[in-house]
């Protein structure tokens, strides 16, 4: 916790040159407020103590690495390893950042949660901790979203929050976004839980530091298992926060090769995708500067994923810090891959991923042939895929 305090003092906003503040007038007051609080709690020893409870009594921390025999040994070459975010409560590990977030809102005083979701594990996950604490909540999903992540939604109302529909633009993450935004500043007694390592300073800094739970924990099980790190760490990358939450534990060792996994949706040649760092360029975004899909016009493209939770036309500014920088490649894989990847991790290892992990789980495939014996991939499965089976089995034949 003390050198995320670190982080948030010295870095103030910037990974190289993406990142910063780029709001309103009217908005900084209320991110300055954040900053302090963040900064605050991340030197307290009590905070720290209550978030790491919560996560191992709550959340059922620390999350399993799985070794997948099977598939390591049908794929001949190197060994297949995930860190199974999928088996935490709420299903995915949006849940390590609401629980730290919604403990520092509680810190300030503030009484009502609003969040944005895409594929709707951060609106399950935020909703959850509301419960929890005792706070009102209020989530924005695209109504596009809204259909096809229909499960999530239902658990979102069972657990007492209010699902707002968004119906304009393309009614998808983007849009859940804006609406969350402009909620937050008509509000000044909201508390904007942001799912991703996006937004303005301090949120791609403070999410980062709530999921970096996930790499550390996944570097010192894999030199338990091993005795020794992985040599490949990849991750699907959609704003980035499963990503960036695994990443962090291995960025200072050179010999782990750190790949992103961007959705390629019906090709990088189409318009129909949303790999923003393969396909995108600096710009500014939701109040910070990073890599972003745009049309002629400089207005952020629409963008297509069949994973509700990977269809943003940004990306988290480390990542985009990474790529140019060199310390991390990112790819891009497409619908199709992810689906056939989903079928194989389902039927070779009795494990159902989320449409977004399964991103990840594709490129890690196409890797393992080329590999030695020796070499090993871990891949964050970021989250369960219950709620994409209705958008997955009619493509497999299996309504």
């Known amino acids: 916790m003390k050198s995320m305090r670190k982080e948030v003092e010295a870095r103030k906003g910037y990974f190289g040159t993406f990142g910063g503040s780029y709001v309103p007038e009217q908005l900084q007051p209320r991110l300055d407020e954040l900053e302090a609080a963040l900064s605050s709690a991340m030197g307290d020893d009590l905070f720290a103590m209550e978030f790491t409870r919560l996560l191992k009594e709550y959340v059922g921390r620390p999350s399993a690495l799985t070794y997948c025999e099977n598939i390591s040994r049908n794929y001949g070459g190197g060994r297949f390893f995930l860190k199974r975010e999928d088996l935490n409560h709420t299903g995915a590990h949006k849940i390590n950042n609401t629980i730290g ?16 979701t895409g594929a709707g594990m951060h609106g399950t996950a935020t909703a959850t901790v509301a419960a929890l604490m005792g706070m009102k ?48 500043v008509m509000n000044p007694d909201t508390f904007y839980l942001l799912g991703s390592a996006v937004g303005p300073h301090p949120f791609p800094t403070m999410v980062r530091g709530f999921q970096r739970v996930i790499g550390g924990e996944a570097r010192e099980q894999f030199l338990a298992r091993e005795g020794k790190l ?44 949303a790999a923003t760092l393969m396909k995108g360029k600096p710009g500014i975004i939701h109040g910070f500067r990073t890599y972003v899909l745009t049309e002629d016009d400089g207005e952020p493209s629409p963008v297509y994923s069949i994973s509700a939770g990977l269809d943003y036309p940004g990306v988290g ?83």
């Open 137 to 184: 909540c209020t989530i924005y999903m695209g109504a596009v979203d809204v259909q096809r992540q229909a499960p999530n939604v239902l658990r979102m109302k069972a657990l007492g929050a209010e699902v707002v529909s968004v119906k304009h633009g393309q009614q998808t993450l983007k849009e859940a976004v804006d609406a969350a935004l402009e909620a937050y």
């Open 230 to 273: 992985p040599d490949h760490v990849v991750a699907c990358v959609g704003g980035g926060s499963n990503a960036i939450g695994i990443f962090s534990a291995f960025l200072d060792d050179a010999n782990v090769k750190i790949i992103g996994v961007e959705p390629a949706g019906r090709g990088l040649e189409t318009k129909e995708h």
């Open 317 to 399: 500014p480390e990542h985009a810090h990474l790529m140019e920088s060199g310390r991390a490649s990112y790819v891009s894989v497409t619908d199709d891959e992810a689906v056939d990847a989903f079928q194989v991790l389902c039927r070779s290892e009795g494990i159902i991923p989320a449409l977004e992990s399964s991103h990840a789980v594709a490129h890690a495939l196409k890797m393992l042939p080329a590999l030695s014996k020796e070499e090993t991939v871990l891949v964050n499965l970021s989250g369960r895929g219950d709620k994409d089976l209705d958008s997955v089995l009619p493509l497999l034949g299996l309504e």
């Open 101 to 116: 977030q919604a403990l520092l809102a509680k810190r300030m005083g503030k009484k009502e949660l609003i969040a944005e």
